[in-house]
């Protein structure tokens, strides 16, 4: 018996305002168990806190972005920190650059700059169905190393969504609900999910069934495609620092920690790449292989007759016809985003030296580089200046106003972000991921390859199911304990952890690109699930063996045992 959509949210309405409700009622009975639980009374009430954060965050019941500043208010009134040391970690250094990392991924996105980098791939790879999907992978790839994963994936479901069209002769079969996603700034790493944006909401779900009967034959390679694009945006979005949410979240906690430890770990954009780099292009190569094994077959003729071949390269031509020659805007654009990336690898490429050494320790870092970038951007003019002819009545405009900047950016992620660094430092001058690491410290028994593949499979299968920066906010605090438990370099077990968050494929919730592609219409549930276990599997095995292998050259494991291990107590100490 189908229950109509009007009961049906009715029914969601209430399921969401009782956990809102009962939740804080039914935690309170922790707080005077302290004693009982093996916690002091401030790292109890941190606790409280995390739970009823974890439960709001994996149940929706408020918007992400809201959940997240519940630390300035509990984190103050309950003793776990003070409201001015909450209050700053909302506006870090790492906040800072991805917000600016926002506004450099919309001029991109306003001056068609990505459309015609996507087109140009399709173009050189072909319109077989095994190439076209590879046309789409590649670019999609290559823009999520330096835009969101989440931004990126809107960005290419557009395009995608044109080919899906001409494939289905089904005129009226579009993404209008994505566009219109696009259009309100809903890009922001549910997890972000709207990554940006973590409102890609049931509205959107509701029309799922309706559009995926009209694919009919063409199923196969529609879902290829889609799946394509989600898979390839969160294998790019791994590569560089700047990607994804959970990389973000690394970098600060990871700095932080060093910090607390004085000890430099060293991490760097080019440091990162060194290691994420390889190992996000063999997850797409993996990718690539296992979709055409499920959707097109090894020996099975394709679905796309030449008929229907001349038809997406009809749209392709199209497509890329309409661009017309590179505009200003593009090119100017284009010049800001690789004078971006030339600044960002530059800094400090290691022995070589880097213009980072002009300063200061510590002083520049990669979010002043994206500020600087971004002023230029909203400065400089979006058509050809006129010096000495200017032309009458026409005023001065940018490539990316202040105003639209604003109106934008996704501050719901900003939010998230935030809110899971301020989490974090609760958790950890708490003392409560000290507690829950010693109560984990009995699998320091294990080999630790065998910990590391149960930290990503743990990581993995919480994200499937609450959203990769939430899982990867809770877990690198306390896998990084156990690591300084057992004198070992903390990377050794954060790294596989942080990477573990973003490799889930299996549901629409565990990553924004999942989720968007999924709201199209294309896929169903089982669909996803069938082509994610797989991937599953396939990803923790690559993020084993890199673990395993190169990651201990690039990130000098061994270096940390031999100055550290006098610490390793004072630290555990201090946090009692």
């Not at 190393?145 to 079969?173: D, G, H, P, Y």
């Not at 394709?302 to 008929?307: K, Y």
Request: aromatic share 10%; proline share 5%; glycine share 6%.
């Amino acid at each position: 018996m189908k229950i109509p959509s009007g009961k049906m949210d009715c029914l969601k309405s209430y399921k969401r305002s009782l956990i809102l409700v009962l939740t804080p009622l039914l935690l309170v009975p922790l707080l005077p168990l302290y004693k009982e639980i093996g916690l002091t009374q401030r790292a109890c009430n941190c606790l409280y806190m995390l739970l009823l954060m974890a439960v709001y965050w994996c149940t929706e019941s408020l918007p992400l972005g809201l959940t997240a500043l519940i630390p300035l208010a509990l984190a103050p009134t309950m003793g776990i920190l003070e409201a001015a040391t909450v209050s700053k970690i909302y506006f870090k250094d790492i906040i800072v650059l991805m917000f600016a990392s926002m506004i450099v991924a919309l001029a991109i996105q306003q001056s068609g700059l990505h459309r015609r980098i996507a087109l140009t791939f399709i173009k050189i790879f072909g319109i077989k169905p095994q190439f076209l999907m590879l046309g789409f992978m590649v670019p999609t790839w290559l823009l999520s190393m330096w835009i969101s994963n989440t931004a990126t994936s809107l960005m290419m479901v557009s395009i995608l969504n044109c080919v899906i069209t001409k494939l289905s002769e089904q005129e009226t079969f579009n993404l209008s609900v994505m566009q219109d996603s696009n259009q309100n700034g809903s890009s922001g790493d549910k997890q972000s999910s709207s990554v940006e944006d973590a409102d890609i909401e049931s509205s959107q779900q509701s029309q799922h069934h309706e559009k995926s009967e009209s694919l009919n034959r063409f199923e196969p390679t529609a879902k290829c495609l889609s799946l394509a694009v989600c898979y390839s945006a969160t294998c790019g979005g791994v590569a560089t620092l700047t990607g994804t949410g959970t990389n973000l979240i690394f970098y600060d906690m990871i700095t932080d920690l060093g910090e607390k430890l004085n000890y430099n770990f060293n991490i760097t954009l080019l440091r990162w790449m060194g290691f994420a780099l390889p190992l996000s292009a063999i997850l797409l190569l993996v990718c690539w292989i296992w979709l055409q094994v499920l959707f097109l077959g090894i020996r099975r003729s394709t679905d796309m007759t030449p008929e229907d071949q001349a038809k997406v390269s009809q749209v392709i031509n199209t497509e890329y016809a309409t661009l017309g020659k590179l505009s200003w805007m593009e090119g100017v654009t284009l010049g800001h985003f690789l004078v971006l990336v030339i600044l960002w690898l530059a800094r400090d490429p290691g022995k070589a030296g880097g213009w980072g050494q002009l300063f200061p320790k510590k002083f520049v870092t990669d979010g002043t580089t994206a500020v600087f970038v971004m002023f230029s951007i909203c400065l400089f003019p979006k058509y050809p200046p006129r010096l000495f002819f200017p032309k009458k009545g026409k005023p001065f405009e940018s490539l990316i106003s202040w105003k639209t900047a604003l109106s934008s950016v996704s501050w719901n992620v900003i939010l998230l972000l935030g809110g899971g660094l301020a989490l974090a430092e609760c958790v950890y001058k708490s003392g409560l991921s000290e507690a829950i690491g010693v109560s984990l410290y009995s699998i320091s028994g294990l080999p630790p390859a065998a910990i590391v593949l149960i930290i990503c499979i743990a990581t993995a299968s919480l994200t499937e199911f609450a959203g990769n920066i939430v899982i990867a906010t809770l877990m690198i605090p306390i896998v990084g304990d156990i690591a300084i438990r057992m004198s070992m370099n903390p990377l050794y077990f954060i790294i596989p952890c942080c990477i573990a968050a973003s490799f889930a494929f299996m549901l629409p919730v565990a990553t924004p690109p999942n989720a968007i592609v999924y709201s199209s219409g294309v896929l169903k549930i089982s669909d996803m699930i069938k082509a994610g276990a797989v991937l599953n599997i396939l990803s923790l095995a690559a993020v084993m063996l890199a673990t395993m292998t190169w990651a201990p050259h690039i990130f000098r494991y061994n270096n940390y045992n031999a100055s550290m291990i006098s610490l390793s107590e004072t630290v555990s100490n201090s946090t009692l």
